[in-house]
């Protein structure tokens, strides 16, 4: 698959078969994401793969935890309900989970690891992966709670993370939201 058809592609995936990826995939879309431009080129985003169902099991259990306990403000009720009916499957039953966080030396953390997110989910794509970003839950837990269970779980206790995604394979095949037409001027 090229490049192009590859960014067409790829979908948000929320229901995964019970099939791990293989390491040599994983290999691939990690190489992918390390490859990424970042700002400097200081090379201060870390990717942590966790590529074990039952560990990430472990982690979403302990993730729910925090979550469904958080406090109950407006945004964060809608969220709170779906994770509490969810079980412990914050990432949709998928077997794998990436996360991307930014070294404090980064310029651009925020930037630094989306690109990499990005190239992560398309190098994905393109080897049938199926993928879909997970961030509303590190955005809601206060990172500062979670630091030494997320170093437990590899990710470097002076980072923060800005990304995360699951990966597997999908059970579905969801249609592309559509596009707003608008977002676009070409000047010629
Ligand atoms: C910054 C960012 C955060 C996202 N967070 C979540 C999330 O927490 N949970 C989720 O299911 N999807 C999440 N998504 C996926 C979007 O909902 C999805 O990309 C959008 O609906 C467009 O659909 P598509 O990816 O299939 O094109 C996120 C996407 C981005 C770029």
């Known amino acids: 698959m090229d490049a192009i058809e590859a960014i067409m592609k790829r979908r948000s995936v929320r229901k995964y078969l019970d099939k791990q990826i293989s390491a040599a995939d994983l290999d691939t879309i990690v190489k992918a994401g390390q490859n990424a431009p970042n700002g400097y080129n200081r090379q201060a985003v870390y990717i942590t793969a966790i590529h074990n169902a039952d560990k990430l ?3 979403e259990k302990i993730l729910k935890e925090v979550a469904v306990n958080l406090p109950s403000d ?3 009720i809608f969220f709170k309900e779906k994770w509490a009916e969810n079980g ?18 980064s310029k651009f953390p925020e930037m630094d690891c989306a690109v990499c997110m990005e190239n992560i989910l398309v190098a994905a794509t393109a080897l049938g992966i199926a993928s879909c970003f997970i961030n509303t839950l590190f ?23 800005h990304c995360a995604a699951a990966l597997g394979y999908s059970v579905e095949t969801p249609a592309a939201p559509k596009r707003a037409a608008a977002n676009l001027t070409i000047i010629s």
């Open 57 to 59: 099991k472990e982690l």
């Open 74 to 76: 407006p945004e964060s």
């Open 88 to 105: 412990s499957k914050l990432c949709y039953g998928a077997p794998t989970f990436v996360i991307v966080s930014a070294a404090p030396n």
């Open 139 to 161: 955005k809601m837990i206060p990172l500062a709670t979670i630091k030494s269970v997320m170093a437990d779980f590899g990710v470097p206790e002076t980072h923060t993370i």
